[in-house]
């Protein structure tokens, strides 16, 4: 049985890395492309390190839940294998979405900015860029997101 769990583990831990998207500085949307954005330009205040929480979607918990209640079923006979069938889709629902929720989580930084007009404004985004106080900046805002550019 241990090794079904950690087949179990294994397959949802590839289902969500295949689910996981980028959203740092470089990464746009589709629906960005082509579109105008507004430029300012400002001195980079502070950097902080944050982490910015994984994906919570309903894939995570029903492939866990699905895994979970094949393996579940194959335990026992008659209704103790229906009973072990729902609490490995119980038990693998919650593995799946605690482990898509994982998996997807990144290291991001808060940027604070000193705009050139005297506005402060902050901004997180995934940490694929490293930024220095007293730096030279750009903040590109459009289509819903604004990010933190060289």
Do not use: W
């Not at 492939?63 to 094949?70: D, F, L, Q, S």
């Amino acid at each position: 049985m241990n090794g079904l769990k950690t087949v179990t583990i294994v397959a949802i831990a590839a289902l969500m890395s295949a689910c996981a998207s980028s959203k740092g500085g470089g990464a746009y949307e589709r629906a960005q492309a082509r579109q105008e954005m507004t430029v300012r330009l400002g001195v980079v205040e502070s950097v902080r390190p944050v982490t910015i929480e994984g994906t919570k979607t309903p894939i995570g918990a029903g492939a866990g839940a699905a895994i979970g209640g094949i393996a579940g079923s194959t335990v026992g006979h008659g209704r103790g294998s229906t009973a072990a069938a729902i609490l490995g889709a119980v038990g693998g629902g919650l593995a799946g979405a605690a482990i898509e929720e994982h998996v997807t989580k990144k290291e991001g930084v808060e940027i604070t900015v000193r705009l050139d007009n005297g506005k402060l404004i902050a901004v997180t985004q995934e940490a694929d860029e490293v930024f220095r106080p007293g730096e030279r900046v750009r903040v590109l805002s459009g289509g819903g997101a604004t990010r933190v550019s060289h």
